[in-house]
């Protein structure tokens, strides 16, 4: 749906305490207190959900802010003579987007785990997973019942895909809307809350994919309210989220405020940042600094560590540097650069953006492992300019490294994980070279047993002109890359979504139980090696033959060698060594290794 008011009003909505939820301290009673930020509305009201309504007052110390008390339960807000719309911090939307909004006592819950003191993030290993695929049922309570599996593999945080309500039952979650609030179909507030508490009394930490740089077409009524996105920019969405136009003070709060929330409210221990650099800022202070700021003073009240993860092509350490050193002060970010260059060495993909690292790929996995970014300033074909800076070597940990990701599956036709084509020696090479490297690893649901199940894009768009409009889309985008339109799977077709959810019975069978059993190997013998957890890139050193398809990395006294080539080859160690774990077929003699093709071996001098 679309609103039916002109731009120029903006409204949000704060409690006394400053952070989300719809009544005043966040109490679901009679008589609650609402304050809405509408500086260009004659006339606000709030309806009940009994159709009594409730005018609000200006507030005479505060521009364009309304307050007034009202009954609890579900409502909305009514702009002068407009149609009722929900709260823009609503902090539960039980009928979906386009329904009224409903309060939420934070204080009510009772938590399980109250010693939870974090996790900090270097050191750590990530686990992406989205909750509406994760099993069969897709809620949070049906996630938990794995969360077991996840111990036992080592991760030590869960990294859940945006969970903002979206049309529909089924989405990826990032067309997400009403940026305070949890979709209903995965359980609500309540369903996060108790995931959460879950992950913690299993030890696990959990991130949250939050998504700031644009919202969804569907169910979006922050521009029907007011100066929340600007012309000033252009995104690939459309208008810029206002971050520096006017008005955008209260912009920044609201989302400042948002993230705020879910580290408080829920508990969650750090927030993953999708595409920042669509955060289009002008302003001296950029919005991420002003947050990580925020998050720093939020981490310090709460005396437990809380962190912020970027998504960005950038380039640009200055994202990840602390802000007393000129940067924004980010933990991390995602580094697409390692992964393109691994994903060519073991594909032999060279299509699209893969163009930049698909001549010598073993060399572009050295050159990532020893200098952080592959571009640093150097030529990119596929940008057709010169792209990045150089990479502080000390600070390898902030850089995700991953084999796999919901956008590296997810993004191409037919949804295909790399474990459809590629044999498990090989992903075995793959895991081994992400969970040694200096990086901070992330892996992607069921990557660890070689899934065989797809991961493919779905919507659930009510729309139905919406919906067509994805479907056309999609296909248009990848028959421009020879795919037949009938070969791309239909986002809205309900197959796509069950092709989608993982098997829970894989992990126990054949090849499945073997590659587990390689992650798990892995992950612990770099949870008790500090030579294999080692941010320091300047200590990492990397040989290889490209022609016959080998690379042996050296990391103190350890030497991770693999074998991608057609044939058996011998490698140098640089002194006696054993073998500490191995996939495949490897022998040591002396101060060699002779790997077999789609090998593997970890070893220590």
Same mark, same amino acid.
């Given at each position: 749906m679309t609103p039916d008011h002109p731009a120029g009003r903006a409204a949000t909505h704060r409690e006394a305490t400053g952070h989300a939820g719809a009544p005043r301290d966040g109490t679901p009673r009679a008589g609650a207190r609402y304050e809405v930020w509408a500086p260009s509305a004659d006339e606000l009201v709030e309806v009940a959900v009994d159709g009594t309504r409730h005018p609000l007052t200006r507030d005479?110390?505060?521009? *364009? !802010?309304?307050?007034?008390?009202?009954?609890?339960?579900?409502?909305?807000?009514?702009?002068?003579?407009?149609?009722?719309? %929900?709260?823009?911090?609503?902090?539960?939307?039980?009928?979906? =987007?386009?329904? %009224? #909004?409903? +309060?939420?006592?934070?204080?009510? /819950?009772? !938590?399980?785990?109250?010693?939870?003191?974090?996790? =900090?993030? =270097?050191?750590?290993? @990530?686990?992406?997973? $989205?909750?509406?695929? /994760?099993?069969?049922?897709?809620?949070?309570?049906? +996630?938990?019942?794995?969360?077991?599996? @996840?111990?036992?593999?080592?991760?030590?945080?869960?990294? &859940?895909?945006?969970?903002?309500?979206?049309?529909?039952? $089924?989405?990826?979650?990032?067309?997400?809307? #009403?940026?305070? +609030?949890?979709?209903?179909?995965?359980?609500?507030?309540?369903? @996060?809350?108790? /995931?959460?508490? +879950?992950?913690?009394?299993?030890? &696990?930490?959990?991130? @949250?994919?939050?998504? $700031?740089?644009?919202?969804?077409? #569907? *169910?979006?009524?922050? %521009?029907?309210?007011? %100066?929340y996105f600007t012309d000033r920019h252009h995104t690939p969405w459309g208008a810029a989220v206002n971050l520096d136009a006017p008005g955008s003070d209260e912009v920044r709060a609201y989302l400042i405020g948002s993230a705020l929330a879910w580290l408080r409210d829920y508990r969650i221990d750090g927030l993953r940042l999708d595409a920042v650099h669509a955060l289009a800022d002008d302003r001296a202070v950029h919005f991420l600094e002003e947050l990580a700021t925020e998050v720093d003073r939020l981490a310090t009240a709460t005396n437990r560590p809380l962190f912020l993860i970027a998504e960005s092509d950038l380039n640009d350490p200055r994202t990840t540097t602390p802000r007393e050193a000129g940067g924004q002060g980010l933990a991390a970010q995602w580094s697409d650069d390692f992964h393109h260059a691994l994903h060519c060495a073991l594909t032999g993909e060279s299509q699209g953006y893969y163009g930049d690292f698909a001549e010598t790929p073993l060399a572009a996995v050295a050159r990532t492992l020893t200098r952080g970014y592959f571009h640093d300033g150097t030529w990119s074909s596929f940008r057709g300019r010169h792209h990045g800076r150089p990479f502080p070597p000390a600070h390898g940990h902030r850089l995700l490294g991953y084999l796999q990701t919901h956008d590296q599956v997810g993004n191409r036709a037919l949804g295909d994980r790399i474990s459809a084509t590629l044999s498990p020696g090989r992903l075995a090479c793959g895991a081994a070279l992400v969970l040694t490297s200096p990086f901070t690893p992330m892996l992607f649901m069921g990557e660890e047993w070689g899934a065989a199940t797809p991961w493919q894009y779905f919507t659930d768009h009510t729309d139905p002109n919406l919906a067509e409009a994805v479907r056309r889309g999609r296909r248009r985008e990848f028959a421009e890359h020879g795919w037949a339109a009938e070969a791309v799977p239909d986002p809205q077709e309900p197959a796509t979504v069950l092709r989608s959810v993982l098997d829970w019975t894989e992990p126990r069978s054949g090849p499945h139980a073997g590659l587990l059993d390689w992650y798990r190997t892995l992950i612990r013998l770099r949870r008790g090696t500090p030579e294999l957890s080692d941010p320091d890139l300047a200590a990492v050193r990397a040989e290889f033959d490209d022609a016959a398809g080998w690379l042996v990395v050296h990391r103190g006294r350890y030497r991770t060698a693999v074998n991608l080539g057609t044939a058996p080859v011998a490698v140098p160690l640089g002194g006696e060594a054993e073998v500490v774990a191995g996939y495949g077929g490897y022998a040591v003699a002396g101060d060699g290794l002779t790997l077999e093709p789609d090998s593997v071996a970890l070893l220590r001098l």
């Open positions: 005479p110390t505060r521009a *364009g !802010w309304w307050h007034g008390d009202a009954p609890a339960g579900d409502y909305a807000f009514v702009l002068d003579d407009g149609r009722p719309l %929900p709260d823009p911090r609503s902090p539960r939307q039980p009928h979906g =987007p386009d329904g %009224p #909004s409903r +309060a939420v006592d934070h204080t009510g /819950f009772r !938590w399980s785990r109250t010693d939870w003191r974090g996790r =900090p993030l =270097p050191g750590a290993v @990530l686990y992406e997973l $989205h909750v509406g695929t /994760f099993t069969a049922a897709g809620t949070f309570e049906a +996630a938990t019942h794995h969360l077991d599996h @996840l111990v036992d593999l080592g991760v030590d945080f869960v990294e &859940l895909m945006p969970v903002c309500p979206f049309p529909g039952k $089924h989405g990826w979650g990032y067309d997400g809307v #009403s940026l305070w +609030a949890v979709h209903e179909p995965y359980g609500g507030p309540e369903g @996060l809350k108790r /995931f959460v508490d +879950a992950a913690h009394r299993k030890g &696990l930490g959990v991130v @949250l994919d939050v998504v $700031h740089n644009h919202l969804g077409p #569907s *169910g979006n009524y922050l %521009p029907a309210y007011g %100066p």
